[in-house]
Nanobody, 122 residues
Framework: QVQLVESGGGLVQPGGSLRLSCAAS????????VGWYRQAPGKERELVAA???????NYADSVKGRFTVSRDNAKNTVYLQMNSLKPEETDVYYC????????????????WGQGTQVTVSS
């Protein structure tokens, strides 16, 4: 069992960048895939990016070319680099542990964390 804590959110101007971190506690972090979700008020959570245990990545069409997910297993951390941010991407961002089935990321059973707030505004 691992626990994930998001950090790195904040206020950024449109077109700016942020790097989010997902720090894991516990053991066997490297055996899990990790997915990043975001959620705006009144909306469902949306899968933004995911990374396999071996470092392969997948992205929502809306963020391809702008966001990059990576992992450093030695530091028990997954990152989400977000470039060219847009005001409509003002959301709470969450990281989750999961698995891949037939090329698709699926979140494991468990509670959501607190997330980290990203605000894109002039």
């Amino acid at each position: 069992q691992v626990q994930l804590v998001e950090s790195g959110g904040g206020l950024v101007q449109p077109g700016g960048s942020l790097r989010l971190s997902c720090a894991a506690s516990g053991s066997m972090f490297s055996i899990y895939a990790v997915g990043w979700y975001r959620q705006a008020p009144g909306k469902e959570r949306e899968l933004v990016a995911a990374i396999t245990t071996t470092g392969n990545t997948n992205y929502a069409d809306s963020v391809k070319g702008r966001f990059t997910v990576s992992r450093d297993n030695a530091k028990n951390t997954v990152y989400l680099q977000m470039n060219s941010l847009k005001p409509e991407e003002t959301d709470v961002y969450y990281c989750t542990r999961g698995s891949y089935y037939h090329g698709t990321y699926h979140r494991d059973f468990g509670s959501w964390g607190q997330g980290t707030q990203v605000t894109v505004s002039s």
